[in-house]
């Protein structure tokens, strides 16, 4: 079993390591500044510098201009919460979606440290399972990766609210916290939105196709992997299609807009999409959001 957690993760560090430092690790950058500049050092002036940072004084004294160089003060933590469920973990498909969600914590932790960023770790399931303080290092984001790799817990429901509720009363400098989940659970979007009043927060819905349809023929055996209720359904008739289908198209469509109505990012992303891709798109479509609210 570690053997295999160990190649697991090691799978893991090859698929990201390209598309971060080639794709992502610029964007997660500038998509999640630091709070301020920070002094770094005075240094003679080269064409082309800003001369708004001429240092005066320095430029007085020595009878040469100098400027001003500052650095961007991070001190960002990067707060991963990766539901642990049965229901959250099964797959119709071949890419299955605790994978999934490793690729992406995988990729938002390797962008993280690149930038020198805290990085942490919550696994919720009926309860909060594990929690990883943020911190630095690559040893960090090592035991973070191998965690979100490890079997989910066997629970009879989901459950988000106390891990929130636990995020929520720590005194945590700003952070970036990913909520990594189908979202089909109840009672937890108020205590999503008041984390977002303190912290820039983001939710990634990882949806599964055999989740939204019925297709092809015979009799399909459901089995709730929580509850473990089973029930028959006959994929050949029309109506029973239809019904469920409407039953998901409804209930994704509640949930996006419970996202819209707290105010809440949230990114869809399907197990058979590239996770690179999806987290480029939203950080494009995040800083164009933030630009066009400066200008406006």
């Known amino acids: 079993m570690h053997d295999h957690l160990t190649q697991r993760l090691h799978q893991l560090q090859l698929f990201c390591k390209h598309r971060v430092d080639h794709l992502l690790a610029g964007q997660y950058r500038s998509t999640f500044k630091g709070q301020g500049l920070e002094f770094d050092e005075v240094r003679v002036y080269s064409p082309g510098d800003d001369v708004?940072?001429?240092?005066?004084?320095?430029?007085?004294?020595?009878?040469?201009?100098?400027?001003?160089?500052?650095?961007?003060?991070?001190?960002?933590?990067?707060?991963?919460?990766?539901?642990?469920?049965?229901?959250?973990?099964?797959?119709?498909?071949?890419?299955?979606?605790?994978t999934v969600a490793a690729k992406l914590c995988g990729l938002l932790g390797m962008a993280a440290f690149s930038s020198n960023d805290r990085i942490g770790l919550l696994r919720f399931s009926d309860t909060m399972d594990s929690f990883l303080p943020p911190t630095r290092g690559r040893n960090q984001l090592m035991r973070c990766l191998s965690s979100v790799l490890e079997e989910p817990k066997k629970v009879s429901n989901t459950c988000v609210t106390e891990s929130l509720d636990h995020l929520n009363k720590l005194q945590l400098k700003r952070s970036v916290i990913v909520v990594i989940s189908d979202f089909f659970m109840e009672g937890f979007m108020e205590r999503l939105a008041i984390l977002g009043h303190h912290h820039e927060v983001i939710a990634i819905a990882v949806d599964d196709p055999g989740e939204t349809s019925l297709t092809g023929g015979g009799l399909m055996h459901l089995r709730d992997t929580e509850t473990g209720e089973t029930q028959w359904l006959d994929l050949a008739n029309r109506s029973v299609q239809k019904l469920f289908k409407r039953r998901m198209d409804k209930r994704l469509k509640d949930r996006e807009q419970a996202f819209a109505q707290w105010g809440v990012d949230l990114v869809v992303h399907h197990v058979d999409d590239d996770p690179a891709e999806t987290l480029l798109s939203f950080f494009h479509a995040r800083k164009k959001r933030v630009e066009g609210a400066a200008c406006g």
């Not at 003060?73 to 890419?95: C, G, K, M, Q, Y």
């Open 52 to 98: 708004r940072t001429i240092d005066w004084n320095v430029t007085a004294r020595s009878s040469e201009v100098h400027i001003k160089r500052f650095h961007e003060e991070r001190e960002i933590n990067l707060i991963l919460v990766v539901d642990n469920s049965p229901s959250f973990a099964w797959s119709s498909t071949d890419n299955k979606r605790q």
